[in-house]
């Protein structure tokens, strides 16, 4: 009889033996999985930052940069571009500024996720305050591909400080007001058909068709017989 139950609680001892055993080879193979991964990352973000280092090498020779051969990098690894070309932000070489609103766009290309895409829309509002005219007109007119929700209210903020800067900066973007709906900047809109700064015809344009999206009686009749 004690023999009966001694090989039972044996059998018992044996299989929780076993099942943690189980669960030791199951905690390595994930230790083992996540040091690779980080081990591969590590290894990309060292291959990015140099031909990252390579290409700004090239843009201050004035050599020609190829965004897309960034691509792979942006679809894997979006926080670290972001983070390594922060720099790139304010530098003085246009085509260097240039380069990294191109590759941060690029980013919203492979991403779903809203936060990130978020990111990109302010980076691309802030844009189109730069001081060359190229970088301000392909920020916005990239912004017009992104979602309504991408835009947070710090970028429709900075969208509504722009109104307040010359011509040749709310040019390229007042028509974004009235894709966001933003029916409360009617006023300012106003104000820029009074701007005597300019008498730009394409940029009154831009504001009536605004205006008028956004249900402006006098802007809708203006289109209307300007169509005419």
Not at 26 to 53: A, E, M, R, W, Y
Not at 66 to 86: I, L
Not at 90 to 115: A, C, E, H, M, Y
């Amino acid at each position: 009889m004690f023999f009966f139950f001694f090989r039972i609680e044996y059998k018992i001892e044996e299989q929780q033996i076993q099942l943690i055993i189980m669960h030791l080879k199951k905690t390595i193979l994930l230790l083992l999985i996540i040091l690779c991964g980080t081990h591969v990352f590590s290894q990309n973000k060292q291959q990015f930052k140099k031909q990252l280092k390579k290409t700004i090498e090239d843009l201050q020779k004035e050599k020609p940069a190829d965004v897309f051969a960034f691509d792979e990098f942006c679809k894997s690894m979006p926080n670290t571009v972001f983070e390594e070309t922060e720099i790139m932000k304010s530098d003085s070489l246009s085509q260097i500024r240039s380069f990294r609103v191109q590759l941060i766009n690029r980013i919203g290309t492979f991403t779903k996720d809203t936060s990130i895409r978020r990111k990109i829309v302010y980076e691309l509002v802030s844009a189109c305050k730069d001081n060359d005219e190229t970088i301000r007109s392909f920020a916005a007119s990239n912004l017009k591909r992104y979602n309504k929700q991408d835009f947070s209210h710090k970028s429709k903020q900075q969208l509504i400080d722009i109104l307040e800067m010359n011509h040749g900066f709310y040019k390229h973007v007042v028509q974004l007001i009235g894709y966001l709906d933003m029916n409360d900047k009617e006023k300012e809109l106003e104000g820029i058909l009074g701007d005597t700064t300019h008498n730009n015809i394409q940029i009154k344009w831009k504001v009536h068709t605004t205006l008028a999206r956004l249900g402006n009686e006098e802007s809708i009749d203006y289109c209307v017989n300007y169509a005419k």
